[in-house]
């Protein structure tokens, strides 16, 4: 075997020596600029959020401040991304703006994906009328936009924050349901299942010590692109006033309020719509990179 | 055999990837007659498939590079011939059944459509012209030549609805559209159960005598070689290490590892001794341990 | 045969779906607020007035027979009366509808006919620039919030290029209305009218880019990602093996197993596109469902909401049975094993 004894020995003498699961994944991930601008990015956004009043040149422009002699002030170097049509620093609004954005994330993935993935792996493991029962109710919510939940559940509640989060965690769970479901039924045929289940392992042990580990990359990969998604359907919902209310900053908010005045004062509308790419871009990117990392092909 | 219709001679490819650069064939040579059920076999690796792909010219440049050797089908060297000599030659005088007839038929066209595009393309390197009724026509003729017992039914559906082995004649027929004179044949029936196989076997043998083709059969099986192949070749690491009339090899093999290989075929009949490449004989040690 | 097969099952499935989400969309609205009557007729209301008001909503009677009438009324396309216009809530809907939904086709053809060959080209040229554009292209749009772009791109046609509209279906004066099929463009073809099919098409151009960027970056990169792994397959090699030209290897063999995927996420992308239509429809103001669905929420008029919620939820059905049957005509395996 000499040619390929050479090839393959003289191969894995290259290799790192520690190839332990989490090195292994932090090499790759460093070396995907897709994922390493994409996790600066929300890495960057999170940190303005938290430290939001100490950074901030004007804390104080975030409650119901009215500075008309500030009106309108196009960027310069005392309000670096311009004031708005009361005279808010909006560079100072912005970042407290991401507060609420982030919280929208939390709240919405961290109920919508715990939940929706234990009903997918349920499904997916249990069959039979489990399985038909969840995926119905899965069918019927995927049925209904997002928005037009929310603004139901507006008219029915009063425009809020918490109601709007709460319309869009109703509907959220059911792409993490649906993702799990796919992957669970997959996993389920597998002979490595089957032996668990001849060895007399508990239906619990199975569902979440063998066939959660495989869905975890799925499930990162889709959080990850799932909170883009929520930022700027929370971005939308608070464009058309049913976010929260103000003066508490938000960044859809600031985009309607600064519409009316575009062109002339587009730093009003145009900034805090960047800033709202910005944060998704970086979410984006993380997810995306995430799913390079994994090679999750199934993913959207 | 230097009157065969295919002759390889001292055939060397080597393969790049990631960095490390593989020998993959070191001078290989054989010959292929028309008439001739010839076997090439090996074990996984030997390099078997690339021989195939090099003759057909289906090696992608980067990672593969031919280095040396010639490849000479009916008189002309194939790698000092032009891509369009080669691609006239592809599917028309030369033409390869693929292995795995799961994954080789495209799931969402008819076999029909397959089937008479590859024919459309291969006569317009011809330069024949049949319409679409021809088409057809010659498609459900070859069908019927594999021994399909409705070849409009088949030609009409889509693989999903046939069998295995089904498509695995499919795939012949496919090979045999523009009636080649040499035949390549990837691992056939591998992937079907082992009495379809014997079926797909035969058909190829019939096709040999009733048709003249050359046939170049490539497998690791040596079980299938003995039964349908006139004359082998043993390949391993990239050369072929022996050659000689099927009966003859197997009656009195001289290499090593030709021995061992054929050794290590578990035998249906006849003692039980286990015998692995490489490896030791845990029974005949058991009985040398307990006799002493 | 088996497509008729496949298409009973899709149907059967898409009224189950629908049902179950009549009785949600029922619950929300009837159960949830606990008291509908009072809430349209605000806090000034006198019991009397609630009382009169409940008693011709018919809340005064059990649940289940309530569900009954609006099942009934389903039925019969009779979605209630409004609270406040007292019209019927399918006249006002109907006249919005037809708007809605000729911007959402608008922006369905133009995701795909523009989406699908940027796909087609990224998996072609992989890895260089053209699939790094697509790719730059496909995040950016995916990013970028609707409103957000429906608000530059209005800046971008009223001072910039100052040959697009930047409000309204049609232009005030052109004079004319839809009335065959709801469709401007469609309509004024049929009745020989030329250029108002030119001005429809141009106030549909902005509006339909706003609302189909997202969708369009989508469809580009899973076409992309269809066509790499489907040009993976051994029957692709094998048709190369065979002589078949490249163009046609590329074009038929490869892109039609390669549509499933965008196909079917574009059934489901399709509500979030309804929600964003709202948006747009705003910006643009644009006569669709969106103007009236926010009026009557913010008057909370219940039968309105409820009907509006239910359009949309009969909307995506509707448009995913078509989906489902366009894939099941595209890939045999799906319509003979019935797979998802």
Request: charge should be neutral.
């Amino acid at each position: 075997m000499a040619e390929f004894a050479g090839g393959t020995d003289a191969a894995l003498a290259a290799t790192p020596k520690r190839l332990s699961t989490a090195y292994q994944n932090w090499y790759r991930f460093s070396r995907n600029p897709t994922a390493v601008i994409g996790a600066a990015i929300v890495i960057l956004c999170i940190l303005i959020a938290i430290f939001a009043p100490y950074i901030t040149p004007y804390p104080k422009d975030v409650g119901a401040v009215v500075n008309f002699r500030a009106r309108h002030l196009p960027p310069s170097a005392m309000h670096w991304f311009g004031t708005d049509d009361v005279g808010r620093d909006i560079l100072t609004r912005i970042a407290f703006g991401y507060r609420v954005s982030l919280l929208l994330v939390a709240v919405v993935l961290g109920t919508a994906v715990p939940f929706g993935s234990i009903l997918g792996m349920l499904a997916g493991y249990f069959g039979g009328w489990v399985e038909i029962v969840i995926m119905r109710l899965t069918d019927i919510a995927l049925a209904i936009p997002p928005l037009v939940m929310a603004l139901a559940v507006a008219a029915v509640l009063n425009p809020s924050l918490v109601n709007s989060m709460l319309a869009v965690a109703i509907l959220w769970w059911t792409w993490h349901t649906r993702l799990v479901y796919s992957i669970t039924r997959q996993i389920r045929t597998q002979e490595f299942i089957e032996a668990a289940e001849t060895l007399g392992a508990s239906k619990f042990h199975i569902i979440f010590r063998e066939i959660l580990p495989n869905c975890v990359s799925a499930i990162a990969v889709k959080t990850s692109l799932d909170a883009g998604f929520v930022i700027l359907v929370g971005a939308s919902l608070s464009f058309l006033g049913l976010g929260i209310q103000p003066p508490t900053p938000d960044l859809g908010t600031m985009v309607s309020g600064g519409a009316g005045f575009l062109p002339d004062k587009w730093w009003e509308s145009v900034l805090p719509g960047c800033a709202i790419l910005f944060v998704a871009l970086g979410f984006n990117l993380l997810g995306d990179g995430l799913r390079d990392l994994y090679d999750v092909q199934d993913v959207r | 055999m230097s009157d065969a219709l295919l002759s390889v001679r001292n055939l060397s490819v080597d393969f790049e990837t990631y960095g490390q650069v593989n020998h993959v064939l070191n001078g290989a040579s054989l010959d292929v007659p028309e008439r001739r059920h010839i076997a090439l076999v090996g074990e996984s690796g030997s390099g078997k498939t690339v021989t195939m792909k090099a003759i057909m010219g289906l090696l992608r440049h980067p990672p593969a590079t031919i280095t040396g050797g010639e490849i000479v089908f009916d008189g002309h060297d194939l790698l000092k011939a032009t891509a369009a000599e080669r691609d006239r030659l592809r599917g028309t005088a030369m033409s390869m059944v693929f292995q795995d007839p799961m994954t080789s038929l495209n799931p969402v066209f008819t076999i029909a459509d397959q089937m008479g595009t590859i024919l459309k393309y291969a006569d317009r390197r011809l330069g024949r012209v049949r319409n679409r009724r021809e088409r057809l026509a010659r498609v459900h003729e070859v069908l019927a030549q594999v021994r399909m017992r409705d070849p409009e039914r088949i030609a009409r559906a889509y693989p999903i609805m046939l069998s295995g082995g089904m498509r695995q004649r499919v795939l012949i027929a496919m090979a045999l559209l523009s009636e080649p004179r040499l035949l390549i044949a990837d691992e056939p029936g591998t992937a079907l159960d082992v009495t379809t196989q014997a079926q797909i076997l035969k058909l190829l043998k019939d096709l040999v005598e009733e048709r003249g083709l050359a046939l170049l059969m490539i497998t690791h099986n040596l079980g299938v070689v003995r039964e349908t192949s006139s004359y082998v070749y043993v390949m391993h690491h990239g050369r072929i290490v022996e050659e000689a009339e099927t009966s003859a090899l197997f009656a009195a093999p001289k290499q090593a590892y030709t021995k061992n290989l054929i050794a290590s075929v578990p035998r249906l009949t006849g003692g039980t001794d286990f015998l692995a490449l490489g490896q030791s004989d845990p029974e005949a040690e058991a009985e040398a341990e307990a006799t002493t | 045969m088996e497509f008729l097969l496949f298409l009973i099952r899709r149907v059967l499935w898409s009224i189950l779906v629908l049902v179950g989400l009549s009785i949600v969309i029922f619950v929300i609205a009837r159960v949830v607020p606990g008291d509908p009557a009072r809430m349209a007729l605000g806090p000034r209301a006198t019991p009397e007035m609630v009382a009169d008001l409940q008693h011709k909503l018919g809340l005064d009677r059990p649940i289940i027979e309530q569900y009954g009438l609006f099942i009934a009324g389903l039925a019969h396309g009779d979605l209630g009366r409004s609270l406040l216009s007292e019209r019927q809530v399918t006249a006002d809907i109907r006249d919005s509808f037809a708007a809605t939904f000729e911007l959402v086709l608008a922006t369905i053809l133009l995701a795909e006919i523009f989406g699908v060959p940027l796909g087609v080209l990224a998996s072609r040229w992989k890895d260089r620039w053209p699939d790094n554009l697509v790719r730059v292209i496909a995040i950016l749009s995916a990013v970028t919030p609707t409103f957000f772009l429906a608000l530059l791109l209005q800046i971008l046609a009223g001072y910039v290029l100052h040959w697009l509209p930047t409000t309204g279906r049609l232009s005030h004066d052109i004079g004319f209305t839809p009335d065959i099929t709801g469709l401007a463009v469609v309509d004024s073809l049929l009745r020989g009218r030329p250029d108002v099919t030119l001005d429809a098409l141009r106030h549909l151009l902005l509006p339909a880019t706003a609302l189909g960027a997202a969708t369009m970056g989508q469809m580009a990169r899973l076409t992309r990602t269809s066509m790499l792994e489907v040009m993976n397959q051994d029957y692709i090699e094998a048709a190369r093996a065979f002589g078949v030209p490249e163009w046609l290897r590329v074009l038929k063999y490869t892109l039609r197993p390669s549509f499933v995927p965008p196909l079917t996420i574009l059934g489901l992308e399709f509500a979030s596109m309804i929600g964003n239509a709202f948006v747009v429809e705003l910006i643009f103001s644009w006569p669709g469902m969106a103007a009236y669905g926010i009026r009557t929420i913010l008057q909370k008029d219940l039968n309105a909401v409820m009907g509006v919620v239910m359009v949309s939820g009969v909307f995506f059905v509707v448009v995913n049975l078509i989906i489902d049957v366009l894939v099941g005509f595209v890939d045999p395996r799906i319509r003979i094993r019935g797979a998802r």
